[in-house]
């Protein structure tokens, strides 16, 4: 299992969604990926993403005007 | 959304494309100002939410750096404004073409409806998408079809074109009908209000930015920006950008190392940035004018931070500028 980062500071959506969606693709199932964002669209917006395509939201957290997705990529 | 549902209902595995050319309206500026978070409307992304709701795959493609071709120089005009219409269809319709060639699909759905605005669906120009797109008899339009020469999906047989629908005009009834009859009771804003080309303000700053840099072309920071703060250009070498409250300094903040910035620590006030070349005079002007739009605006004299690109700083005194004093046509 692999762990990588994305930083995604001072995007906005849907540019997180974007880079996430591209990133996940050069990623094998059951990986994870931390998406650093600061805008909080993010957080209805990966989550749906992640929903729609089949991938999980393990955490969601904030703090600092940051908004931190973790995600493990599905099948 | 119903274009899909029609489809769907016949049995047709359907998956969105939603492209992004920088101008989307979605999100961006309620994600960027603190007053908007607090709107009852839900902060979220409508290609997302519909996809969801239909239960579909979506695929949000890039075309920031493609679409600048599109806007710059649009073979059909710009629509009221600076919204290039049916060249942006044209080619969303194009890359639609590439992307079910590349991903196997058979052919490509709108929600096109002859005679709803924008004006880029009469039924003039229903062929001239199809044809100057590539797509041809590969682009289907279910809300109207009737209305419309066979494609290839009916002639094939891969849908039944009884099925499908030949509403026309501009009232959103039948869709309103339609989608109580499918169930669905929220929807998204209709067609127009998604892209910031059709709106005359946005277009204004996009104008007065091509003319400042003597060029059409522009980065994705460049239209960002647009969408963000007070924009006063008081010389025709500089423009100001001031943050019109918290979240939009914030925003402003991150531009910091590519824009001289401006701040009042004697008061509290606006972030504001130079986009242009200051000399010492423009700078005082520049100072005096963002000094207007802090707390202490009634002060004889208050003190503004310039930051430079390198993060260097220093102190300017200033007066602010009285309303009066910032002229009608600074306003971009």
Known sequence: MNKETLNARRLLCPLPVIRTQDRVKHLNTGDQLEVICTDPGVMQDIPAWCRINGHKVLEIKSGNHEYIIILEVGV | ?332
């Open chain 2, 1 to 332: 959304m119903l274009a899909a549902k029609i489809v769907m209902e016949q049995g047709v595995h359907v998956e969105g494309i939603n492209f992004f050319t920088g101008f989307c309206v979605e999100g961006h500026t309620h994600a960027i100002r603190e007053n908007d978070k607090a709107k009852p409307k839900p902060n979220r992304n409508n290609a997302l939410w519909v996809a969801e709701q239909l239960g579909i795959k979506l695929h949000i493609v890039d075309v920031i750096e493609e679409y600048k071709k599109v806007l710059i120089n649009p073979k059909h005009g710009y629509g009221a404004h600076m919204n290039p219409c049916l060249d942006c269809k044209i080619f969303m319709v194009n890359k639609a073409k590439q992307w079910i060639v590349e991903n196997d699909f058979d052919f490509i759905i709108t929600g096109e409806v002859i005679g709803q605005r924008p004006m880029s669906q009469t039924k003039s120009k229903m062929p001239i998408v199809s044809k100057q797109s590539g797509a041809d008899d590969l682009l289907l339009r279910p809300m109207c079809a009737k209305n419309l020469p066979l494609t290839l999906p009916e002639i094939e047989g891969w849908v039944d074109r009884e099925k499908l629908h030949g509403i026309t005009g501009r009232s959103r009834k039948p869709q309103i009908t339609m989608a109580k009859e499918f169930g669905i009771e929220d929807y998204s804003q209709p067609a127009g209000g998604c892209c910031f080309l059709t709106d005359k303000y946005y277009s204004a700053k996009l104008v007065d930015l091509w003319k400042s840099h003597g060029h059409k072309d522009y980065e994705l920071d460049d239209v960002m920006l647009l969408k963000v703060g007070r924009h006063i250009r008081p010389k025709k070498n500089f423009k100001l950008i001031i943050a019109r409250e918290e979240g939009e300094g914030r925003f402003l903040e991150g531009y910091k190392k590519e824009f001289i910035s401006l701040h009042c620590s004697s008061h509290t006030g606006p972030l504001a940035l130079i986009d242009g070349s200051v000399s010492a005079e423009d700078l005082y002007l520049a100072a005096s004018v963002v000094a207007r739009y802090g707390q202490g605006r009634n002060a004889g004299q208050v003190d503004i931070n310039v930051t430079d690109k390198d993060g260097s700083e220093r102190k300017l005194q200033v007066k602010p500028l009285k309303n009066e004093e910032i002229l009608k046509e600074w306003y971009v």
